[in-house]
């Protein structure tokens, strides 16, 4: 059995992950700043409290953690890290975590630390092609990423990167590229796309009109939480240190995404297209280098991981409408 650390176990991934984990027989130790909002934590120990707290977060990583999971962060979708009214708590909040969380952890000497870093970290002139963006690990540079949440990103990787060369932190490092599930955010302002999309659409009546952030022409790719964990515990637990991307390579645009939405749902949609916040033109993971080192590659595709959300939004819709 592994002593494993979930920093964020309170949040979307971070509440999967301590279910995997407890699956599995691992000992799991969850930390946030709250408790899962939907279902209760299974982690066998639960700390609340601050991790821009350095005394906190020097209580909460013993010694002897096998596997030190870094999901903890002030995010959220386009509509809450590209308006620029959270940009300086972004920024102070998920640096101050990291700065202590590094530190902390070679300090107790945890044998491996994971850290989810952001496709938002890729340079914003490689994105500006909807059919063609470029997201390559070893595009990074000469940086320019279009949202101050991805600079912190990046910022991270590289304190991160700097803990392992210098103090040798064993750390493992992934860009998340647009991760959804059942259990996320779906309606209080940091919802991503695939949840906004379905509650709209679980909203409307059939032949409705939904509105859609820009002109719907604007590209990503999205993975199923579970596909997600299992790259994150393979990387964990490999010679391999990254970055890699985990993601999907299935591309859409915003409309074709509403389209597969509305089709597991049944029922036929009209889009109104208004302004928004949009983030990069087009973003797609570029999977070639996690799938030859590891061998991973995602199992579930859009349409089926995207009617596993409906239902579970449908659910909640029809609870917050009674
Ligand atoms: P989330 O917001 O659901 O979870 C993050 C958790 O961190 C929250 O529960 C929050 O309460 C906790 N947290 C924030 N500040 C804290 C603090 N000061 N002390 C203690 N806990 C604190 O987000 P998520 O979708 O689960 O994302 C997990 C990680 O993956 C984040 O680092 C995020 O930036 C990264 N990521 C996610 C995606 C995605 O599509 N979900 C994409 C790219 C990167
Ligand atoms: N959230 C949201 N809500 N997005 C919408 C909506 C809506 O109602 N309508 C259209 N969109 C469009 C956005 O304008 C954006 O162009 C696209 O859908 C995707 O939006 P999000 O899913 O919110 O964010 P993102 O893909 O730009 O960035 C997300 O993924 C990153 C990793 O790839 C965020 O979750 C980031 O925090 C994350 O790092």
């Keep these: 059995m592994k002593k494993t650390l979930v920093l964020g176990a309170g949040g979307f991934i971070g509440s999967h992950l301590v279910k995997r984990l407890k699956k599995e027989g691992q000992y799991v130790i969850g930390v946030d700043l709250k ?18 707290d350095y005394t906190f977060v020097s209580q909460v990583i013993t010694e002897g953690i096998d596997e030190l999971y870094q999901l903890a962060a002030d995010m959220g979708g386009a509509g809450y890290i590209f308006v620029g009214e959270h940009d300086a708590d972004v920024m102070h909040n998920s640096a101050q975590i990291n700065l202590n969380v590094a530190k902390v952890a070679s300090a107790k000497k945890v044998k491996a630390l994971f850290y989810s ?23 990074a540079y000469p940086a320019q990423p279009d949202s101050e949440y991805g600079w912190e990103k990046l910022f991270s990787e590289r304190l991160y990167a700097s803990f392992s060369r210098n103090y040798d932190l064993n750390v493992k490092i992934a860009r998340f590229h647009n991760i959804y599930g059942e259990e996320g955010a779906w309606n209080n302002g940091k919802e991503k796309a695939p949840a906004a999309l ?21 590209t990503r790719s999205f993975l199923y939480i579970d596909d997600c964990l299992d790259a994150v515990i393979e990387l964990i ?36 297209h208004i302004e928004g916040p949009t983030g990069v033109r087009g973003r797609c993971s570029d999977n070639r280098l996690i799938s030859h080192d590891l061998g991973w590659s ?25």
């Design 35 to 52: 408790f899962p909002e939907f279902s209760e934590s299974l982690a066998d120990e639960f700390y609340l409290g601050d991790l821009r």
């Design 117 to 139: 870093s952001s496709a938002c970290m890729y340079p914003e002139y490689n994105q500006l092609d909807p059919e063609n963006p470029k997201c390559g690990e070893n595009t």
């Design 237 to 272: 637990r490999s010679e391999f240190s990254g970055p890699y991307n985990i993601g999907s390579e299935e591309m859409v645009s915003i409309d074709e995404f509403v389209e597969v939405i509305a089709k597991v749902a049944g029922k036929s949609v009209k889009i109104s």
């Design 198 to 218: 379905c509650r709209k659409i679980a909203l409307v009546e059939n032949d409705g009109i939904i509105d859609v952030w820009g002109d719907g022409k604007q």
């Design 298 to 322: 995602p199992k579930i595709n859009l349409e089926r991981g995207i009617s596993k959300l409906y239902r579970w939004i449908e659910s909640n819709v029809k609870v917050e409408s009674n």
